[in-house]
């Protein structure tokens, strides 16, 4: 155990030592708004766990497809009319040489 | 009526069928464990019982997702957690932590605990307590919560795990990285106190 760890234990220790003596009992009142709410609210969709996850899979998504973009920047603007003159696939099949 | 025990999986089917006496009843049996989770995690400027609040109304809106796989009460636990890191994340950028912020009883037992001059004494334990909080709440939402569950709560990383939901290697890994990130602070008001 280093030095931090010692004494972050005997803080710990210490703030243990407080404990928490507050009322764990609801509000007056609490439990019946609560379950008055309850009844008339609507059933989540089974989709709204994903929502949370909706904007930062639009960002993710979004830096996927610059990247993509920026991995393949030079074949994307290069010429290539010189690949498609020397593939010439009609030549080829008619052997016209 | 709270001294009876609560037969849990009828009150739940109860609650499923709209009945508001059911869904007080629920509330009221788990209203101890939210609140000491809400207490523990709670974020600056949200007042206990709106979180409280928040909970359970996710609770009763997510009720027909819950399958049985866990214990009920470990399932509420988690929404529990999730929203109150949630409301962590939301709030502003943590302020720096200086010496100056600490109150006289707090920079007493800060100084006694970095330079081990004398024993605690018992007014000390309240001055630590809130000393832990202002520490822990210069960590990450998720280190802390990993933290406060696991040295101040005295949780097994099992527990802790089943609690949040988060597999065991990464309870392990968020509390090796906010005793990291504590020891760091520890270092720089070590620093500050002597500068």
């Given at each position: 155990?280093?030095?931090?760890?010692?004494?972050?234990?005997?803080?710990?220790?210490?703030?243990?030592?407080?404990?928490?003596?507050?009322?764990?009992?609801?509000?007056?009142?609490?439990?019946?708004?609560?379950?008055?709410?309850?009844?008339?609210?609507?059933?989540?969709?089974?989709?709204?766990?994903?929502?949370?996850?909706?904007?930062?899979?639009?960002?993710?998504a979004?830096?996927?497809?610059?990247?993509?973009?920026?991995?393949?920047?030079?074949?994307?603007?290069?010429?290539?009319?010189?690949?498609?003159?020397?593939?010439?696939?009609?030549?080829?099949?008619?052997?016209?040489? | 009526?709270?001294?009876?025990?609560?037969?849990?999986?009828?009150?739940?089917?109860?609650?499923?069928?709209?009945?508001?006496?059911?869904?007080?009843?629920?509330?009221?049996?788990?209203y101890?464990?939210?609140?000491?989770?809400?207490?523990?995690?709670?974020?600056r400027?949200?007042?206990?019982?709106?979180?409280?609040?928040?909970?359970?109304?996710?609770?009763?809106?997510?009720?027909?997702?819950?399958?049985g796989?866990?214990?009920f009460?470990?399932?509420v636990?988690?929404?529990?957690?999730?929203?109150?890191?949630?409301?962590?994340?939301?709030?502003?950028?943590?302020?720096?932590?200086?010496?100056?912020?600490?109150?006289?009883?707090?920079?007493?037992?800060?100084?006694?605990?970095?330079?081990?001059?004398?024993?605690?004494?018992?007014?000390?334990?309240?001055?630590?307590?809130?000393?832990?909080?202002?520490?822990?709440?210069?960590?990450?939402?998720?280190?802390?919560?990993?933290?406060?569950?696991?040295?101040?709560?005295?949780?097994?990383?099992?527990?802790?795990?089943?609690?949040?939901g988060?597999?065991?290697?990464?309870?392990k890994v968020?509390?090796?990285?906010?005793?990291?990130?504590?020891?760091?602070?520890?270092?720089?008001?070590?620093?500050k106190?002597?500068?």
């Amino acid at each position: 155990m280093n030095r931090f760890d010692q004494q972050w234990q005997k803080l710990i220790v210490l703030a243990r030592q407080a404990g928490d003596h507050r009322d764990a009992a609801p509000p007056f009142g609490f439990a019946v708004r609560i379950a008055a709410q309850a009844v008339v609210l609507p059933a989540a969709s089974p989709w709204a766990s994903f929502e949370r996850f909706a904007m930062r899979g639009l960002v993710v998504a979004a830096a996927f497809g610059a990247g993509a973009i920026i991995f393949n920047y030079s074949t994307l603007v290069s010429d290539q009319s010189d690949e498609y003159a020397a593939a010439d696939t009609v030549g080829d099949l008619l052997d016209l040489s | 009526m709270a001294d009876e025990p609560l037969d849990l999986p009828a009150c739940l089917e109860r609650v499923r069928r709209r009945d508001q006496v059911a869904a007080r009843q629920l509330v009221e049996h788990l209203y101890p464990l939210v609140i000491r989770i809400v207490r523990s995690h709670l974020p600056r400027r949200v007042a206990e019982e709106d979180l409280a609040q928040d909970i359970f109304l996710k609770m009763f809106t997510r009720l027909d997702q819950y399958q049985g796989a866990v214990p009920f009460p470990h399932w509420v636990s988690r929404i529990a957690v999730t929203t109150c890191i949630d409301q962590l994340r939301a709030q502003k950028r943590r302020p720096e932590f200086r010496w100056a912020d600490l109150s006289e009883n707090e920079a007493e037992v800060l100084d006694n605990v970095l330079t081990d001059e004398r024993d605690a004494i018992p007014g000390d334990a309240l001055a630590a307590h809130e000393l832990v909080h202002k520490l822990l709440g210069q960590l990450k939402p998720d280190d802390r919560l990993v933290i406060q569950l696991l040295d101040l709560e005295q949780k097994t990383i099992a527990e802790i795990s089943a609690q949040t939901g988060w597999n065991q290697t990464l309870v392990k890994v968020r509390a090796f990285r906010a005793r990291r990130k504590l020891q760091k602070l520890f270092q720089e008001l070590q620093s500050k106190e002597k500068s």
